[in-house]
């Protein structure tokens, strides 16, 4: 089946620390691939996304490769702030709709 | 462009009550989707439409649970009698063709609690 597993959270880091938080997916056929970010009180909203692999999608300093031979589609940035603190989601795209996300990470930044 | 519009964001309700959630999507979407965020089983896809026609709603987990979308501007969700346990995040989303990459846009969420 297609499902979507992502790195338990929360994480904890210190105010400009490097981030990566993992993402592996099972999918038929040839997803694209999704993070969404969650910030308290508010809905999801896209960060970024990739849609065939080698793809690399990257936003507000955030990005992440879509990795084929490893299924993988893992999160990183280079120095993160307190704002970046929220939940952060994986999630994959069968065909046009059929959307699946991960559980959601919790990311803690502290000053 | 006002973004995918939800009510009301917050609602308490005694148990046994009628709860109905509201949705405006993005001017020009056809497609809409509700989903459920819990802490237990994250985000949930409870029924998407297209055209204002249900496509899917395999995760609507049970009969108390209906969705209606009677124009392309407007869908409810209803949960008729409600338990404690239908307390959760309820979002609504909307996307089309013309979307960028098909990206799904959410709501801010209807915070729903029954005691």
């Known amino acids: 089946g297609n499902s979507v597993t992502q790195m338990e959270g929360p994480v904890t880091l210190s105010e400009e620390a490097f981030l990566t938080i993992n993402c592996t997916y099972t999918a038929t056929g040839y997803p694209s691939l999704f993070w969404y970010v969650q910030y308290p009180g508010e809905g999801l909203q896209l960060l970024l996304k990739a849609t065939k692999a080698d793809d690399k999608g990257s936003n507000k300093g955030f990005e992440a490769t879509y990795r084929k031979e490893t299924t993988s589609f893992h999160l990183e940035k280079g120095s993160v702030q307190v704002s970046d603190s929220a939940v952060y989601f994986c999630a994959l795209r069968i065909g046009t709709y059929k959307y699946i996300f991960g559980t959601g990470t919790r990311l803690k930044v502290l000053a | 462009d006002a973004g995918v519009i939800q009510s009301p964001r917050h609602e308490v309700t005694e148990m046994g009550q009628e709860v109905t959630l509201r949705c405006k999507p993005i001017?020009?979407?056809?497609?809409l989707f509700w989903y459920r965020q819990t802490m237990m089983r994250g985000l949930e896809l409870l029924i998407y439409f297209n055209n204002n026609v249900p496509i899917d709603d395999s995760g609507m987990p049970e009969d108390r649970f209906s969705a209606k979308m009677p124009n392309a501007s407007f869908s409810t969700l209803k949960i008729q009698p409600s338990e404690p346990r239908d307390s959760a995040v309820y979002f609504c989303?909307?996307?089309?063709?013309?979307?960028?990459?098909?990206?799904?846009?959410f709501g801010e969420g209807s915070w729903l609690t029954v005691v």
């Open positions: 001017s020009g979407h056809d497609y």
């Open positions: 989303a909307s996307s089309s063709p013309g979307a960028v990459g098909n990206t799904i846009y």
